[in-house]
Nanobody, 116 residues
Framework: QVQLVESGGGLVQPGGSLRLSCAAS????????MAWYRQAPGKQRELVAA???????DYADSVKGRFTISRDNVKNTVYLQMNRLKVEDTAVYYC??????????WGKGILVTVSS
């Protein structure tokens, strides 16, 4: 069974930084693309960043230049380094396996609150 466990969220002031982690199990991690999504209150879940098995990356326009997605195939973990955080980055963040067979698996998510 696929399990995704997010961690690293919290409260941070605007302009601050956080690093999210997502530990994956139940899959052959190194062969799948991974993605981070977020869902703000009252809004639909949106794709934030994605990374292929070969570590090519892609980002939503709203986070380009501020967020960096990376992966550690030894630890079966995907990361999201978030810098220069804005109030509008406040959301619950989720990781996901970017493959049709596994896209319905979601972790509990981790709350990021950007506020002064």
């Amino acid at each position: 069974q696929v399990q995704l466990v997010e961690s690293g969220g919290g409260l941070v002031q605007p302009g601050g930084s956080l690093r999210l982690s997502c530990a994956a199990s139940g899959i052959i991690f190194n062969i799948y693309a991974m993605a981070w999504y977020r869902q703000a209150p009252g809004k639909q879940r949106e794709l934030v960043a994605a990374i292929t098995s070969g570590s090519s990356t892609d980002y939503a326009d709203s986070v380009k230049g501020r967020f960096t997605i990376s992966r550690d195939n030894v630890k079966n973990t995907v990361y999201l380094q978030m810098n220069r955080l804005k109030v509008e980055d406040t959301a619950v963040y989720y990781c996901n396996v970017d493959f049709p067979l596994y896209r319905h698996y979601w972790g509990k998510g981790i709350l990021v609150t950007v506020s002064s």
